[in-house]
T-cell receptor, first 111, second 114 residues
Framework: QKEVEQNSGPLSVPEGAIASLNCTYS??????FFWYRQYSGKSPELIMS????GDKEDGRFTAQLNKASQYVSLLIRDSQPSDSATYLC???????????FGAGTRLFVKA | KAGVTQTPRYLIKTRGQQVTLSCSPI?????VSWYQQTPGQGLQFLFE???????NKGNFPGRFSGRQFSNSRSEMNVSTLELGDSALYLC?????????????FGPGTRLTVL
């Protein structure tokens, strides 16, 4: 079982729709969770961090965390073509000094 | 504030050679992590340094090593290069690392081993 799992996609949504990206992790002791966006040919950039159960909103982005289910998600509202990228879920392990990335979900937003 | 810088950006080596990659973190960031990114394996954690100490290491052979200097700059070295080492090597910095590890990535070094 991979430590951080994501649906590789591609996930295709029309412009203006909500894109829902999901991630599960195996380390029950993990306390820190992140979403990064990576455009083709570029390096990852941080979108959101979440540390507590529940929702965290930042503009069009909402991160959701459920530690009991070991599940993290990212919702992108009013999706734009510029949101088309690979979204990486990242989890810090119990030890605290190692960040494990999922393989990423490719998102396409159709104009 | 300047971002994370990595040098060189591109590198071509042959099997058996060694290579050193450099990373300068964002000013004030003391934690530096290194990752290998390949199409097949995604982003794989190599190691993390804080205050010149390696705090964690990923599942890579001993040919991969690193160090951090007192100014937080970091280098990684790969000896006896193999074809499979061809990848994008990314460096990321954060203020302290650890649980509150909001990382900022450099542009990467693209290594090609022939």
């Amino acid at each position: 079982q991979k430590e951080v799992e994501q649906n590789s996609g591609p996930l295709s949504v029309p412009e203006g729709a909500i894109a829902s990206l999901n991630c599960t992790y195996s380390d029950r002791g993990s306390q820190s969770f992140f979403w990064y966006r990576q455009y083709s040919g570029k390096s990852p950039e941080l979108i959101m961090s979440i540390y507590s159960n529940g929702d965290k909103e930042d503009g069009r982005f909402t991160a959701q965390l459920n530690k009991a289910s070991q599940y993290v998600s990212l919702l992108i509202r009013d999706s734009q073509p510029s949101d088309s990228a690979t979204y990486l879920c990242a989890v810090v392990d119990t030890g605290g000094f190692k960040t494990i990335f999922g393989a990423g979900t490719r998102l396409f937003v159709k104009a | 504030k300047a971002g994370v810088t990595q040098t060189p950006r591109y590198l071509i080596k042959t099997r058996g050679q060694q290579v050193t990659l450099s990373c300068s973190p964002i000013s004030g960031h003391r934690s530096v992590s290194w990752y290998q990114q390949t199409p097949g394996q995604g982003l794989q954690f190599l190691f993390e340094y804080f205050s010149e100490t390696q705090r964690n290491k990923g599942n890579f052979p001993g040919r991969f090593s690193g160090r951090q200097f007192s100014n937080s700059r970091s280098e990684m070295n790969v000896s006896t290069l193999e074809l499979g080492d061809s990848a994008l090597y990314l460096c990321a910095s954060s203020v302290t690392g650890g649980s509150n590890n909001e990382q900022f990535f450099g542009p990467g070094t693209r290594l090609t081993v022939l």
